[in-house]
C-alpha cells in the first residue's frame, strides 16, 4: 500500500466505521486501502480523545490574567489615543493663531505700499 496523507476528518471517518462492526476490518481495511494497524491506532487514538468533544474549554490562570491585562492595555491605547488627538487639535488651533497673528504684519507692509 503506498503512503497517504490522511485528513482527520478521514481518520475519524474509518474509527466510526470500524466501531460500527457493520463491517469486518480487513473488508474496511480493503475499502480505504489502509493497514489493520494504522486503523487499530486511529480506532484508539479517536477513543481516547472522543471525551474531549463534550469537554467546556476553561481558561487557565494564566490565560485569564492574560486577557485581563489585553483589556487593560487596550483601554490605556484608547485613552491616549484620545488625548493625542485633543493634543494634534490643539496644536492646529494654536498654529493657526500664530499665522494668524504673522499675515497682519503683512498686511501692514501691503498698506505702506498703498501709502505712496
Known amino acids: 500500500m503506498k503512503r497517504r496523507i490522511w485528513t482527520s476528518k478521514q481518520k475519524s471517518q474509518i474509527a466510526l466505521e470500524d466501531l460500527s462492526e457493520q463491517i469486518d476490518i480487513s473488508t474496511l481495511c480493503q475499502k480505504y486501502q489502509v493497514s489493520q494497524t494504522q486503523c487499530y491506532k486511529w480506532r484508539d487514538l479517536f477513543l ?30 484608547g ?11 490643539s496644536y492646529e488651533k494654536a498654529k493657526i493663531a500664530i499665522n494668524n497673528t504673522q499675515r497682519p504684519g503683512i498686511a501692514g507692509h501691503d498698506r505702506a505700499h498703498q501709502d505712496r
Open 79 to 89: 485613552d491616549l489615543t484620545i488625548e493625542l488627538k485633543k493634543a494634534n487639535t
Open 48 to 77: 481516547a480523545n472522543c471525551q474531549q468533544s463534550f469537554e467546556v474549554k476553561k481558561q487557565s490562570q494564566k490565560e485569564q490574567h492574560l486577557e485581563s491585562e489585553v483589556s487593560k492595555l487596550r483601554n490605556i491605547i
